[in-house]
Antibody
């Protein structure tokens, strides 16, 4: 059974940093590209980053480019999102999702940026 | 960036009614490799999104066949043939052809 489990969210102040993790199981993690997607409270879904299966390519939404970094450790079946210079508008539930179809999603981890 | 325009924003249906949701793209979603990466997701209340339809018209494993997708280029449709109570939630289209990838704004399906 495919499982994606996010962690690392929390309450932080504007300008702070945070690193999210997504641990994958039930499939060959090293064979799939992975996404981060977020959802602000009561809002729609916003795609924020993609990393290829071998980390050879990374893509970002303009809203996070230069502040967020996506990475992965295939030996640990883990996807990461390093978030710097956090703003109040980054407050959201953050999800990781598998592959080009967005076929599986985790349960999300909540990031709240507030003073 | 590609803009996906979903309509209608809300939909109210009775059990058994058939409904359609439109997703129009600001540019063609046909990838240079011949695939069209337009997918449909459902987010039920309090849950993570789940994949229903991928690559325009392919039914994800385990998804009831009352869901179907169609379209090409810039114009796509999700159809539910005979709404059931469990279908309530917000439906999103998402494109994975052109980075940065983008979601539609969502269509909320309510059951009358």
């Amino acid at each position: 059974e495919v499982q994606l489990v996010e962690s690392g969210g929390g309450l932080v102040k504007p300008g702070s940093s945070l690193k999210l993790s997504c641990v994958a199981s039930g499939f060959t993690f090293s064979s799939y590209g992975m996404h981060w997607i977020r959802q602000a409270p009561k809002k729609g879904l916003e795609w924020i980053a993609l990393i290829y299966y071998d980390s050879s390519n990374k893509y970002y939404a303009d809203s996070v480019k230069g502040r967020f970094t996506i990475s992965r450790d295939n030996s640990k079946n883990t996807l990461y999102l390093e978030m710097n210079s956090l703003r109040s508008e980054d407050t959201a539930m953050y999800y990781c999702a598998k592959g080009s179809r967005f076929a599986y999603w985790g349960q999300g981890t909540l990031v709240t940026v507030s003073s | 960036d590609v803009v996906l325009t979903q309509t209608p924003p809300t939909l109210s249906a009775t059990i058994g009614q058939s409904v359609s949701i439109s997703c129009r793209s600001s540019q063609s979603l046909l990838h240079s490799n011949g695939n069209t990466y337009l997918h449909w997701l459902l987010q039920r209340p309090g849950q993570s999104p789940q994949l229903l339809i991928y690559s325009v018209s392919r039914l994800e494993s385990g998804v009831p066949n009352r869901f179907s997708g169609s379209g090409s280029g810039t114009d796509f449709t999700l159809k539910i043939s005979g709404v059931e109570a469990e279908d309530l939630g917000v439906y999103y289209c998402v494109q994975g052809t052109h980075a940065p990838f983008t979601f539609g704004s969502g269509t909320k399906l309510e059951i009358k």
